[in-house]
């Protein structure tokens, strides 16, 4: 098994994630996930799908499309209130729309609807992240241009919500603690990646129907490790491209992935089976960030990782792993299996 002492398991399911009887109440414990974002022109297709959506866009009547669009996705959030485990998370990517429609333009704003739909599922709302896309449009002008009271700002940011189900998760008994720490994240990245405000690009899309709306890897890849431990068990009921699969892997969580679409599943299936280079090359870095941190001689670090070989800035780092994923093949069923050893 390629010098594999571990191994995480992912599932890749071709279905509504509005229906998801094949997964138990209570055994995920963290979605990550971005939905097709409503009144956003590209997804008006799929959304279209319901009568009331296409009923209320042909009568040029926005808010009413954006509620029926919010009611289709209300059902799969339903559904990850199902499937999670008490003190579990949910981080949603959404970003607001902007449209002219019955002859007026206006903000539809996606994240208050979305973060209505949780609170009233018995989530608990926390901070949420300003992911800020770094961009080099050059013209950012919106409505009347430079002239008074008819221009608009322009939206250059997502927000990823950052929701918990009830009260905060416990970690009970020995073995459990242990998973805790050694899922722990390094200091100075503790400093970033809990920082309210993320600024990087986003990932190039393509165009019509080959558009993804996919978000970075990067995002995924904090997400997993700021709410999740070692072993647990991440979902994404718009899988899109799999990054929330791949970057699962990297952290060795296990994951599961929902795609309606077919070709959008087998594409991201073969994205997770050719990804353990990738999935490796960042939690490489990690390492090599942490090192160049260190030897900086910026803090002093009073504590030893001995399993990592450094030191460390706080005791909870010191029992901090970090394995490499050194392959992803096929499993039983519909499952990939990904071997993890730890970085040499």
């Not at 191994?7 to 209570?26: E, I, N």
């Not at 009547?61 to 998370?89: K, L, N, S």
């Not at 558009?211 to 979902?235: K, Q």
């Not at 990054?243 to 699962?248: D, E, F, I, M, R």
Request: proline share 5%; hydrophobic share 40%.
């Amino acid at each position: 098994m390629n010098g594999a002492e571990a191994t995480t398991t992912h599932q890749v399911h071709t279905a509504d994630s509005a229906r998801l009887s094949f997964l138990r109440a209570g055994s995920v414990d963290l979605t990550v996930t971005s939905p097709p974002y409503p009144m956003i022109k590209q997804w008006d297709a799929e959304f279209a799908a319901d009568p009331k959506v296409a009923a209320a866009l042909a009568a040029k009547d926005g808010p009413a499309a954006f509620e029926a669009m919010h009611r289709q996705i209300d059902a799969v959030w339903r559904q990850v209130a199902r499937v999670t485990r008490p003190g579990g998370f949910a981080c949603i990517n959404v970003g607001d729309a902007t449209r002219s429609i019955g002859g007026s333009f206006r903000l539809f704003a996606n994240h208050v609807r979305v973060t209505t739909a949780f609170l009233r599922l018995d989530f608990v709302c926390l901070p949420p992240i300003v992911w800020r896309k770094e961009t080099n449009a050059p013209n950012k002008f919106m409505g009347s241009g430079m002239l008074p009271a008819g221009a608009y700002v322009t939206l250059e940011h997502e927000l990823i919500l950052v929701l918990r189900k009830g009260a905060p998760r416990t970690f009970d008994g020995a073995a459990e603690r242990r998973r805790r720490r050694q899922s722990a994240v390094f200091w100075e990245e503790r400093n970033q990646w809990f920082s309210d405000l993320w600024t990087f690009k986003g990932v190039r899309q393509g165009k019509g129907a080959d558009r993804t709306g996919a978000f970075p890897f990067e995002l995924a890849f904090r997400l997993v490790h700021m709410y999740s431990a070692r072993g647990d068990v991440v979902l994404d009921p718009f899988l899109g491209t799999g990054t929330v699969c791949l970057a699962a892997a990297a952290g060795r969580r296990n994951s599961v992935g929902v795609e309606r679409a077919p070709k959008r599943a087998a594409n991201a299936r073969q994205v997770l089976l050719g990804g353990a280079r990738e999935a490796s090359r960042r939690t490489k870095a990690r390492l090599e960030s942490h090192r160049r941190f260190a030897d900086s001689g910026a803090r002093e670090l009073r504590y030893h990782n001995d399993a990592l070989g450094m030191p460390v800035m706080t005791r909870q780092e010191t029992d901090l792993r970090l394995d490499q994923v050194v392959g992803i093949e096929e499993g039983e069923g519909e499952a990939l299996v990904a071997l993890h050893a730890p970085l040499p």
